[in-house]
C-alpha cells in the first residue's frame, strides 16, 4: 500500500467521491446536479482527485457469474519462510495468476489470505498447483464461498478528514 500524502478534501469533493464510486460512467453534468456544483467545477475537482490519487482509476465491474467465474475461494497461507527474498518469489508468484484477486499479508494464525475468483473446483486445482510449483508453503488452506452476502467496491467515505 502506498504511503501518500493525503490530499485536502472538502465536503463537495466527498460527494463527488460517493456519487463516482456508486457510478463512474454517469455523464458530467447528472454528476454536477448530484453534488450541487457547475459541470466546470465538477469536472475540475474530478481532475483534482485523479491528479492527487484519492481516484486511483475508474473501471467497469464485470459480473463474475456470466464471465464463467462465479466460485470464491479464499485461501490461508501459512509459511515458515519470513525473509525478504522468499515474500518477493510469494509475490511475484501470486500476483501473476490472473484469478487471485486480492492479496493480504495477515497478522494472527495465518500469514497470508489470497481472494480468488474461478470456474469449478477443477481450475482451483489448477490454481493450487500453479501456486505450489512456484514457491514453498507450509499450510495452505483454502474456504470456498458458498453464498455472496455482500460484495462492494464501495470504500465508506465517513471517516474522511475535511479540510
Given amino acids: 500500500m502506498k504511503t501518500e ?6 465536503a463537495f469533493d466527498v460527494r463527488v467521491l460517493k456519487e463516482l464510486q456508486s457510478d463512474a460512467s454517469q455523464p458530467l453534468e447528472e454528476l454536477a446536479g448530484k453534488v450541487g456544483l457547475s459541470p466546470t467545477a465538477t469536472w475540475r475537482r474530478v481532475q ?16 463474475r457469474e456470466l464471465m464463467n467465474v462465479g466460485v470464491t475461494v479464499f485461501i490461508a497461507i501459512r ?8 515474500l518477493e518469489k510469494f509475490s511475484s508468484a501470486v500476483n501473476s495468476i490472473a484469478e487471485i484477486v486480492d492479496f493480504y499479508r495477515m497478522s494472527g494464525q495465518i ?9 469449478d473446483l477443477k481450475s482451483y486445482d ?3 498447483k500453479k501456486l505450489i510449483a512456484r514457491v514453498e508453503l507450509t499450510d495452505v488452506t483454502s474456504m470456498f464461498a458458498i453464498e455472496e452476502l455482500k460484495s ?6 465517513n471517516f474522511v478528514e475535511l479540510s
Avoid at 462492494?152 to 467515505?157: A, W
Fill in 5 to 10: 500524502r493525503k490530499p485536502k478534501l472538502d
Fill in 79 to 86: 509459511t515458515n519462510q519470513h525473509s525478504a527474498e522468499w
Fill in 48 to 63: 483534482k482527485l485523479e491528479q492527487s490519487g484519492a481516484i486511483r482509476k475508474r473501471v467497469a465491474i464485470l459480473d
Fill in 111 to 119: 500469514d497470508y489470505l489470497l481472494k480468488a475468483h474461478v470456474s
Fill in 126 to 128: 489448477a490454481l493450487y
Fill in 152 to 157: 462492494t467496491t464501495e470504500i465508506p467515505l
